[in-house]
C-alpha cells in the first residue's frame, strides 16, 4: 500500500515569514495529492490540492508543487498568519481509489 | 449544509463497556467514511461505504468494531467489548462522486475508556 512520509514535525515561524512542509510517497502510481488543515477541536479540513497532471498549484498564500520523479510533493504558505497555526497533513491516492494515506502530520504554529 | 454531523462529540466509558458512535453525513454525499486519530498512529482509515455499502473494512482493528450504514443519511460505529487502547478521536467524512477524492470530514467524537 502507499506510505506517505511527512516533514518535519513541528514548525514555528514568525510572523510574516513563509512555511514549507514537505511529504514523499511510495506508490508510484498515485496520482492525487490534498492537504489538509486541522484546527484544534475541529476535523482536517480539505485547503488545496494537486492531480499528477501538473506541477503547481497555487490559492492565495497557499501553494502545492509536486515532483513525480522523485515521489514527492510540497505546502507552501507565505506571509504566514496567526490564524495559519494548526496541524497540516499531507495524503496520496490514486484517482479512482478512496483510501486517503495520510502523513503523521506537522504541527505549524505562527509566532506574533 | 450543516456539514458532517457526529454524536457524541465526547463520550467516557468504561473498559468492557458497548459504545456507540454516530454519523450524518452531508446530504446528498454517497461516500462515508470512519477514521481513528491517535498521536501514534495519525489519521487511519477503519471503512468506507458507498451508497450505503461497506466497501472497505481492512482497516477495522479487530472483531469488536463493526459499522453500519441502514440509509444514506446514518451511519454508526460500534465497538463493543471496549478497551482502554481504543481511546482516541473519530472522524466521519463524507464526498460525493461527482468529486469523490474531496472528503468532508465532521468535528470528531473523542472517546475516553477507562
Known amino acids: 500500500g502507499e506510505n506517505v512520509e511527512q516533514h518535519p514535525s513541528t514548525l514555528s515561524v514568525q510572523e510574516g515569514d513563509s512555511a514549507v512542509i514537505k511529504c514523499t510517497y511510495s506508490d508510484s502510481a498515485s496520482n492525487y495529492f490534498p492537504w489538509y488543515k486541522q484546527e484544534l477541536g475541529k476535523g482536517p479540513q480539505l485547503i488545496i490540492d494537486?492531480?499528477?497532471?501538473?506541477g503547481e498549484k497555487k490559492d492565495q498564500r497557499i501553494a502545492v508543487t509536486l515532483n513525480k520523479t522523485a515521489k514527492h510533493f510540497s505546502l507552501h504558505i507565505t506571509e504566514t498568519q496567526p490564524e495559519d497555526s494548526a496541524v497540516y497533513f499531507c495524503?496520496?491516492?490514486?484517482?479512482?481509489?478512496?483510501?486517503?494515506?495520510f502523513g503523521a502530520g506537522t504541527t505549524v504554529t505562527v509566532r506574533a | 449544509d450543516a456539514g458532517v454531523i457526529q454524536s457524541p462529540r465526547h463520550e467516557v466509558t468504561e473498559m468492557g463497556q458497548e459504545v456507540t458512535l454516530r454519523c450524518k453525513p452531508i446530504?446528498?454525499?454517497?461516500?462515508l467514511f470512519w477514521y481513528r486519530q491517535t498521536m501514534m498512529r495519525g489519521l487511519e482509515l477503519l471503512i468506507y461505504f458507498n451508497n450505503n455499502v461497506p466497501i472497505d473494512d481492512s482497516g477495522m482493528p479487530e472483531d469488536r468494531f463493526s459499522a453500519k450504514m441502514p440509509n444514506a443519511s446514518f451511519s454508526t460505529l460500534k465497538i463493543q467489548p471496549s478497551e482502554p487502547r481504543d481511546s482516541a478521536v473519530y472522524f466521519c467524512?463524507?464526498?460525493?462522486?461527482?468529486?469523490?477524492?474531496?472528503?468532508?470530514f465532521g468535528p470528531g467524537t473523542r472517546l475516553t475508556v477507562l
Open positions: 495524503a496520496a491516492t490514486r484517482s479512482n481509489d478512496y483510501k486517503l494515506s
Open positions: 494537486i492531480r499528477s497532471n501538473v
Open positions: 446530504s446528498g454525499h454517497d461516500y
Open positions: 467524512a463524507s464526498s460525493s462522486w461527482t468529486n469523490s477524492n474531496e472528503q468532508f
